[in-house]
């Protein structure tokens, strides 16, 4: 069965700095990874996807996310925050043909002035 | 192109009664599925249709149930409301049945069982 886990579920970081959210998935198939992001009283907003070829995956916002099969983990990282990416985000996992989206337990980003 | 749209965005209802949702997909997709968000459970996925037909189902109780039109849009039904089926309730939409993946969410509908 398919599984994510978010390490933190608040993460506080410095305007221009790294933004680095952890995630670590499980799967007995070759999965599809996902990031999205959530801002408050609005829905789900997709940064990135992992599906198959380059395990580097770049997303909007200058969001980027690197698939590493050996450690089951997809961190979401920027190299330098900006207020407006103070959010709720969800890392989500989808393997075959179960196709639904296993999410975890998101992590919430503070961006301090 | 609108996005996905969903009605009504905020919802009041009393336990034991019965509420429907509305998801109007982006034009030309075929598939909606439905996930809730709940402070102490998460995002789980509901149910997924896909063509007028189901075609993927998440672990919830008959209470819940849902539909599609011949137009794609798509409503979802919870019977005998109770307290902890307050939700944020997300539906999202793709050309073929994705349950999700596609990425195109709303911006959902929550509902609050008093």
């Known amino acids: 069965a398919q599984s994510v886990t978010q390490l933190g579920s608040h993460v506080s970081v410095s305007e221009g700095a790294l933004v680095l959210l952890r995630c670590n998935y499980s799967?007995?198939?070759?999965?599809?990874l996902f990031w999205y992001v959530q801002y408050p009283n609005q829905g789900l907003q997709l940064l990135l996807k992992?599906?198959?070829?380059?395990?580097l995956v770049k997303g909007i916002n200058g969001f980027e996310a690197e698939f590493k099969k050996s450690e089951t983990s997809f961190h979401l990282t920027k190299p330098s925050a900006h207020m407006s990416d103070a959010a709720e985000y969800f890392c989500?996992?989808?393997?075959?043909?179960?196709?639904?989206?296993?999410f975890g337990s998101g992590t919430q980003l503070t961006v301090l002035p | 192109k609108a996005g996905v749209t969903q009605t009504p965005r905020y919802l009041i209802k009393t336990r034991g009664q019965q509420v429907t949702l509305s998801c109007s997909p982006i034009s030309g997709h075929r598939s909606v599925s439905w996930y809730q968000q709940t402070p102490g459970q998460g995002l789980q996925f509901l149910f997924e249709y896909f063509s007028e037909t189901q075609r993927n189902k998440g672990n919830f109780p008959g209470r819940f149930s849902g539909r599609q039109f011949s137009n794609s849009r798509s409503e979802m039904n919870v019977s005998t409301l109770e307290l902890g089926d307050s939700a944020l309730y997300l539906c999202?939409?793709?050309?073929?049945?994705?349950?999700?993946?596609?990425?195109?969410f709303g911006p959902g509908t929550r509902l609050t069982v008093t």
């Open positions: 999202a939409s793709s050309l073929e049945p994705t349950s999700g993946r596609s990425g195109y």
């Open positions: 992992y599906t198959t070829g380059a395990t």
């Open positions: 799967s007995s198939v070759p999965p599809y």
């Open positions: 989500a996992v989808s393997e075959g043909s179960a196709r639904q989206l296993t």
